[in-house]
């Protein structure tokens, strides 16, 4: 494929909600560009895009696929993204070094709320963007209500500049309100407007050129005049005014039947910008001062590493967009974030599963390099003459965390190593282990995501795991003062043992940790015996006395206690110390602990009732409501152990259309209904 300057390429993020069509859309703009020679189907697994065997399996697109063509002298490098929201980091991804979006919307099911998100997300990255309602053939086709649906759920200002010929069985192709021309077929070839679409028509027109001229004050006010305004005057203001984003074309036609594919190409290449018309970026220089920078190979080199992927015999393999500069084969790169040199061997082009060997990429431009030693997704590559840092990708934070537990020993000494690689792979995936519970954890979007996660782990790094609700890390304490006493005394034949320990245990306010103290006097317990009974105690506290959890928010101190000069030992207190503190334990009232969360829940009004009696089924303590804009923030306080699926529960509740936040708050006793299950649990589970 020729190398094309910055002015010559298109970097376009297809995005909508899963099963609108986009990878089927995609299939046939690459077919009608000459880029693959036969159009491949979602259903076979035999799509450009979907190469990904999980992708294959599951019928639905998991990661971001750059699939570049040429397309009326202009390189258009097409950017498939996942519809699932589980795979929300490919979206942002993928829009972070797109200039441009189309949005894919079923003619069949309108606006859903991935549309709503997706949509969301491109007005916060500021993108130039159409939309284009596909599917024009399926039953229940009807693209008046979904243009309805478009302009009061997403904005008014998406008008069309295409009218669907018939619908569902009865589709034959697209006018051109602009020109009033028909056409229909791939290639697009030209038909007769049927006279009674006229009205239908001339009415679409005068609504877009109203629109329109408002971006050119000379051309408005001979509008408003009544002057009559020529057709390429209205392409002029038309492409002006949907670079500013006050208008946004809306398209129409079919992915999987190539009708309406080659004329979506030529409205990306018209209105949606190049690299060089999007014009200078932002970059931080190495004083830490912000630099403009020109997108033009004479810049210095600034890419950005926006994918990497492990192939099981190629290895890394890292996508980058180049914004500045030209970046070589064979040469050697800057890794600004990790202030690394990096070796470049052979740089390519991607294209879907396949790469083609290029000498090098200029400004604007998508390609793919292996095997970087230090780079992962988000750090940018340069000249360490001229270093300038991009924008990192805003991935979004994990909102459902699993355990993994691996299904063998040789699993277990390969896991956190795949682990680390996957989350590598894939940065809105999290892995850690638990301080409070010792278990790895798994944290991503969704189940869909853990699972798709768990089965790249067994076939790229040949590691099998289990995933498992995590363990909730409960503490124990007392809530009275009380003293223990225990004589450790024993006598075989030769020395005996000895240790004798008198302690006293006090609750502490919540949060204050663990102390221990000594209060010895006269040296009844001598000096060098007093840190084995700190260990002893220590030991024991980390396997309480109700569910064998860690005790808490309390104060041991050793005051008295009487030794064997002969007999005493070491390991006498520490055994002394051990019993004492599980007798005062015992006799101090001991309760249950949990991890109390704050939660903020985000969801459209409609929903607050449904949310608010869901919580309350969660042990959940409401504490205030913020309408704003449509939408309510509703704080709580709830149980981790209540909460542990709640991302999944709330999609559920809300379609998908709510959010929440997840922060440690505190700890508190279990209720007693509550602590009696968790207690039975822990002791079948201790027989086992």
């Known amino acids: 494929m020729q190398q094309s300057g910055p002015d010559k390429i298109r970097n376009v993020a297809l995005l909508s909600h899963s099963g609108a069509g986009k990878t089927s859309l995609v299939e046939a703009m690459l077919f009608n560009a000459g880029a693959i020679n036969r159009m491949g189907t979602v259903a076979d697994g035999t799509t450009a895009s979907d190469h990904d065997p999980d992708e294959i399996k599951h019928k639905i697109s998991i990661n971001v696929t750059v699939l570049p063509c040429m397309w009326k002298n202009t390189k258009i490098n097409l950017l498939d993204t996942p519809g699932y929201p589980d795979f929300v980091g490919e979206v942002r991804a993928a829009l972070r070094v797109a200039e441009g979006a189309v949005i894919v919307v079923c003619a069949a099911s309108g606006v859903e709320v991935g549309t709503e998100q997706v949509w969301d997300h491109a007005s916060a990255a500021k993108l130039p963007r159409l939309i284009f309602v596909n599917k024009m053939d399926r039953e229940n086709a009807n693209f008046a209500s979904t243009l309805e649906q478009i302009q009061s759920k997403l904005s008014a200002r998406c008008l069309p500049i295409q009218i669907p010929i018939g619908s569902q069985k009865d589709f034959k192709g697209i006018v051109d309100i602009i020109s009033g021309k028909a056409y229909a077929g791939a290639p697009a070839k030209e038909i007769e407007v049927p006279a009674a679409m006229k009205a239908d028509i001339d009415s679409a027109r005068e609504k877009l050129i109203e629109a329109v001229v408002e971006i050119d004050d000379e051309t408005m006010t001979r509008y408003l005049d009544g002057g009559e305004i020529k057709t390429e005057e209205i392409y002029r203001c038309l492409k002006a005014s949907t670079l500013a984003g006050a208008v946004i074309p809306v398209l129409a036609g079919s992915g999987l039947t190539n009708n309406g594919a080659a004329l979506l190409l ?41 994918k990497t992927t492990t192939d099981p015999h190629v290895g890394k393999i890292s996508y980058f967009r180049v914004f500045s500069g030209v970046f070589s084969s064979n040469s050697q790169v800057w890794n600004v974030n990790k202030a690394a040199l990096e070796r470049i061997g ?10 083609e060997t290029a000498n090098q990429i200029g400004a604007g431009d998508i390609g793919v390099v292996v095997k970087l030693a230090n780079t992962v997704s988000g750090d940018t590559l340069g000249v360490k003459e001229h270093a300038l840092k991009l924008a990192p990708i805003d991935y979004p934070s994990p909102i459902l965390s699993k355990a993994v537990h691996p299904k063998s020993k040789a699993d277990l000494d390969k896991m956190s190593s795949g682990l680390a690689r996957i989350c590598e792979e894939d940065p809105s995936l999290k892995s850690q282990r638990e301080a409070d519970t010792g278990e790895l954890t798994l944290g991503g979007m969704g189940d869909t995501h853990l699972e798709i996660a768990a089965s790249r782990l067994q076939r790229k790094f040949g590691v099998e795991v289990l995933l498992e609700a995590p363990m909730v890390p409960y503490k124990e304490t007392i809530t009275i003062p009380v003293e223990a006493e225990y004589k450790h005394k024993k006598q075989t034949g030769g020395h005996g043992q000895y240790g004798h320990v008198l302690i006293r245990m006090e609750p502490l306010p919540p949060g204050s940790g ?24 220590k030991e024991a506290r980390l396997e309480g006395v109700i569910a064998g959890y860690p005790a808490v928010d309390m104060r041991v101190t050793l005051y008295d206690g009487s030794f064997h000069p002969v007999d005493s030992s070491e390991m006498a207190f520490k055994i002394a110390s051990i019993q004492a503190f599980k007798k005062g334990m015992q006799d101090g009232s001991p309760v249950l602990l949990e991890p109390i969360m704050n939660i903020t829940v985000t969801v459209p009004d409609s929903f607050t009732g449904d949310i608010i009696g869901d919580l309350n089924t969660k042990r959940a303590r409401v504490s205030g409501m913020n309408p704003s804009h449509g939408l309510n923030v509703i704080q709580a306080q709830a149980p981790l152990a209540e909460i542990q699926r709640y991302a999944v529960d709330l999609r559920s509740m809300t379609q998908g259309r709510g959010t929440f936040t997840v922060e440690f708050s505190h700890y508190e006793p279990v209720p007693a209904i509550v602590a009696q299950k968790i207690i039975g649990q822990q002791k079948s589970a201790a027989h086992q």
């Open 346 to 355: 052979q740089v390519s082009i991607p294209h879907g599963k396949t790469q």
């Open 514 to 537: 663990f102390e221990f103290a000594e209060k010895i006097v006269g040296g009844s317990v001598p000096k060098n015996y007093i840190p084995a009974v700190d260990k002893g105690i």
């Open 266 to 306: 030529d409205a990306i290449i018209e209105y949606l910008p190049s690299p060089a018309a999007a014009g200078e970026f932002k970059a931080t220089g190495a004083s830490g001062a912000e630099e403009s920078v020109k997108p033009a190979n004479e810049s210095p080199l600034a890419a950005l590493v926006f």
